[in-house]
């Protein structure tokens, strides 16, 4: 009874395709899960293409992401879903995914923070959340790690990178960020999507060199053409 009352209330169809979903699924049906490309970077957490695209910028430990971006796809509209149609418990089950899949528990031992990309002030409000703080939030559900959303902040405004060019979006979030004096030695750095890596670089870059070991992680990674 319980349960038919939940249903009731809550939409229990894929986000995917529109299913109905079983009681071990969330959001998305293993099906549509199964048709979403996993990085494997957590294989290579040193040697992988997300790594290589950051790790002449600045000073990594380690960078995963646990899918490939599939523009107009299922991964899309989960994404979407999380960003613009109010609905933060996405981000907590991809969250919990990312750590169950990539072992976070084992790949992130001596983290002591994980530090969700910051959102400006203004458009948090205008969204009600931080779709990245989220997806942190479900991460230290599993790891038992604190998020640590005080210790970055976004400085200033800056334009969506959807349609900007590479050498465009590097140049738009440069210096947008801000890090707090005090940090914690070791921090894993969360992001939803990585594109060019002109974000989550800026936002290390303000960590300069107060953080002895930095720790990469996002959702996905979109491929380059």
Request: glycine share 6%; proline share 4%.
């Amino acid at each position: 009874m319980i349960h038919d009352l939940i249903h009731l209330f809550v939409d229990r169809s894929c986000i995917g395709c529109g299913t109905q979903l079983i009681s071990q699924e969330s959001h998305i049906c293993l099906h549509c899960l199964s048709q979403i490309e996993p990085t494997n970077f957590h294989l290579r957490p040193q040697d992988n293409e997300l790594y290589q695209r950051i790790g002449g910028r600045i000073s990594v430990k380690d960078a995963t992401s646990l899918f490939y971006f599939d523009k107009a796809g299922r991964l899309q509209k989960l994404l979407m879903s999380l960003k613009y149609h109010d609905l933060p418990r996405i981000g907590h089950y991809l969250g919990r995914l990312m750590a169950e899949y990539l072992d976070g528990p084992t790949l992130w031992a001596d983290v002591e923070a994980i530090v969700p990309i910051p959102l400006h002030w203004t458009k948090q409000i205008q969204r009600g959340y931080n779709q990245s703080e989220q997806i942190a939030l479900g991460i230290s559900q599993v790891t038992g790690i604190p998020v640590r959303e005080d210790l970055l902040i976004r400085n200033r405004k800056t334009q969506s990178q959807a349609k900007k060019s590479g050498a465009k979006r590097w140049t738009n979030v440069s210096g947008a960020f801000q890090a707090i004096p005090d940090l914690p030695d070791r921090i894993l750095l969360v992001d939803d999507v990585i594109t060019t890596g002109a974000t989550i670089v800026a936002a290390a870059q303000a960590f300069g060199n107060k953080v002895d070991a930095l720790s990469i992680a996002s959702v996905a990674l979109t491929r380059r053409n």
